[in-house]
């Protein structure tokens, strides 16, 4: 089993930056690759982006050029660090493990989510 804690949400100016973090306990060492998902009021969940065992990445067009997603592969932490950020990024974000190969944006094929953080940004 695999225990994920998100932490740096918050509220922010369009335009801002925010890092969030998603550690891990457990059997960490069994996660093949993580994922950032985000869930605004009456949408559905999106894939924002993920990284796997060999630091691959991938995003959703949305975020592209302004989130990056990266590891700490001793410390089992996983980041986004989100930059320019925009009205229309503010939902909820959960950081999710799976320990299936392979690199995903799909959020049915994730084993393990955390309990997620409130990212708010205002004009």
């Known amino acids: 089993q695999v225990h994920l804690v998100e932490s740096g949400g918050g509220s922010v100016q369009s335009g801002g930056s925010l890092r969030l973090s998603c550690a891990a306990s457990?059997?960490?060492?069994?996660?093949?690759?993580w994922g950032w998902f985000r869930q605004a009021p009456g949408k559905e969940r999106e894939g924002v982006a993920a990284?796997?065992?060999?630091?691959?990445?991938m995003y959703a067009d949305s975020v592209k050029g302004r989130f990056t997603i990266s590891r700490d592969a001793a410390k089992n932490v996983l980041y986004l660090q989100m930059n320019s950020l925009k009205p229309e990024d503010t939902a909820i974000y959960y950081c999710?493990?799976?320990?299936?190969?392979?690199?995903?944006?799909?959020?049915?094929?994730?084993?393990?989510w955390g309990q997620g953080t409130q990212v708010t940004v205002s004009l």
């Open positions: 457990g059997n960490s060492n069994s996660i093949y690759s």
């Open positions: 990284i796997d065992h060999f630091d691959s990445t």
């Open positions: 999710a493990a799976k320990n299936s190969f392979g690199i995903t944006r799909l959020d049915q094929l994730y084993n393990y």
